[in-house]
T-cell receptor
Framework: AQSVSQHNHHVILSEAASLELGCNYS??????LFWYVQYPGQHLQLLLKYFSGDPLVKGIKGFEAEFIKSKFSFNLRKPSVQWSDTAEYFC?????????????FGAGTRLAVHP | EPEVTQTPSHQVTQMGQEVILRCVPI?????FYWYRQILGQKVEFLVS????????KSEIFDDQFSVERPDGSNFTLKIRSTKLEDSAMYFC????????????FGPGTRLTVL
């Protein structure tokens, strides 16, 4: 069955530290990859997405992610986090089936950034 | 910027009661989805809907669940007889035509079944 694994459930960082959140998926077909963020009390917002082309994608708020097909990975990075990055981060894979699609989410990583 | 809206934000119900969760997708979107997130767990796909019919549903989406687009703007999720384990955050999402378009999520409805 298709699945998405996020390796870190909780991450605690100080401001200005670098961030890398791991995401691996298991699916051999065509995939689109996403990172969503959920700030406290808010809804899911798209950080960035990969469909094709350059495997290094840049998103909003200084985030970027690299798609490594051979490793089935799509890790999220940010060189210097801020307190306002405190949120839960979800990796998701968009699976196509019969012309329709659906998102398969990872379990999420809760990031706490301390000033 | 257009957004997906959901009502109510929080619904409390007794076990066995019917609930209807409402969503207003973005107006030019054609594909609609429901997901749920049980507290502390991952976001799970429930159902996708296109052209007034279900295009795919998960094993979670059993006979107790139904979806409807009654009037061209609302998209509803009905749970016929709620169970304790239905307590979760329910998210609606919508997207435009085309494989490469992202899904936009609503703020969610927190359903608490007592």
């Amino acid at each position: 069955a298709q699945s998405v694994s996020q390796h870190n459930h909780h991450v605690i960082l100080s401001e200005a530290a670098s961030l890398e959140l791991g995401c691996n998926y298991s699916y051999g077909g065509t995939v689109n990859l996403f990172w969503y963020v959920q700030y406290p009390g808010q809804h899911l917002q798209l950080l960035l997405k990969y469909f094709s082309g350059d495997p290094l994608v840049k998103g909003i708020k200084g985030f970027e992610a690299e798609f490594i097909k051979s490793k089935f990975s799509f890790n999220l990075r940010k060189p210097s986090v801020q307190w306002s990055d405190t949120a839960e981060y979800f990796c998701a894979v968009n699976l196509f089936s019969g012309g329709y699609n659906k998102l398969i989410f990872g379990a999420g990583t809760r990031l706490a950034v301390h000033p | 910027e257009p957004e997906v809206t959901q009502t109510p934000s929080h619904q409390v119900t007794q076990m066995g009661q019917e609930v209807i969760l409402r969503c207003v997708p973005i107006s030019n979107h054609l594909y609609f989805y429901w997901y749920r997130q049980i507290l502390g767990q991952k976001v799970e796909f429930l159902v996708s809907f296109y052209n007034n019919e279900i295009s795919e549903k998960s094993e979670i989406f059993d006979d107790q669940f139904s979806v409807e687009r009654p009037d061209g703007s609302n998209f509803t999720l009905k749970i016929r007889s709620t169970k304790l384990e239905d307590s979760a955050m329910y998210f609606c999402a919508s997207r435009e035509r085309g494989d490469y378009n992202e899904q936009f999520f609503g703020p969610g409805t927190r359903l608490t079944v007592l």
